[in-house]
């Protein structure tokens, strides 16, 4: 559907959470009738859909929490578009939901902040030591 009052194609945005600012840039923005629908377009292979939408949510909620505070304006929506399948996955976009990952930034904004040494911070789950940054791993 192309019937949008407005489209925005690569929107670039920054937002400050206590003193750091966080840089976005959002695939594509549909304003219709004082309205946005954001969305996201994902080429991964699609092997999981849920293990995706599981791991990309945190993304569209920031970019929807974004979106919100910088033009004050409702958004009715947010979607990841999976290029490989097709489908067109809704995220929760729901005040609790916005307001639990703004929270989530915060604390990490914080922490990092607090933390300047290599040694407070741990390993991820998922590393697997064989990054360009594995010579940190060795550190601890």
Known sequence: REDYDQIHKEKEF???????????????????????????FKTNRVHNKYELLEYYQPQLQLYTYAFK????????RAAILF???GHLEEIDISER???KIYEELE????????????HQYSKGDSCKGNCKYSILCNLH
């Open 14 to 40: 920054y937002l400050k959470i206590e003193d750091a600012y966080l840089y976005g840039i959002i695939d594509r923005v549909n304003i219709k009738n004082g309205a946005a629908e954001i969305l996201d």
């Open 69 to 76: 505070k910088i033009t004050n304006m409702k958004v009715k």
């Open 83 to 85: 290029l490989e399948t």
């Open 97 to 99: 939901s916005l307001q």
């Open 107 to 118: 604390e990490f904004v914080n922490f990092v902040n607090k933390n300047n040494s290599i």
